[in-house]
């Protein structure tokens, strides 16, 4: 593996806003919890965003006047499709998941996308869903089945299902 892969794995979830994996207390073993986490401020995302329609537009607007009109309409309707983007980005900034371990149930806290929920699930009868990819765990208990980790890479995933599995004492189905 060279250096770049390396930093590049090492670094994309802060890069992409990707959601990262934090173990509450592995000694006590209470937990986790998994949270999204940007590596730019808003102000500096909106920053980004205003730059760049000033520099699209003004090229838009420069075929326009040249009698390209349809240019400035391209140009409009990719600023209206990056500030979609944007403003998704934002309505994320705050999704979160909270896993508490108790001696006899499970609490799973989310918020994604400003709703929030909770379940709880009895510890006994959870039980660890887990794709044969990596790409999916879940814990099921009494019909009710619960996706965590969505927004994890898959290294993480797979480092939260063998927390999981020692935590619950078993193996993932």
Known sequence: MNTLTAAYQ??????SGGMVLHLEDP???SGFSIVRHYSTTFLQRAGLYAATCIIVLGVGIACAQLGAWPVLLCC??????MLYVWLEIERHKDDCETVTIQDDSVVIAISRRELQWRCRLQRYWAR??????GERIALRSHGNE???GVGLVKRDKILLARYLAAQLRQRPI
Request: proline share 8%.
């Open 76 to 81: 409009a309707g990719e600023m209206a499709a």
């Open 146 to 148: 619960v996706e965590i």
């Open 10 to 15: 090492y670094f994309e979830p802060l890069v």
């Open 128 to 133: 660890l869903i887990c794709s044969p990819d």
């Open 27 to 29: 000694v006590r073993a």
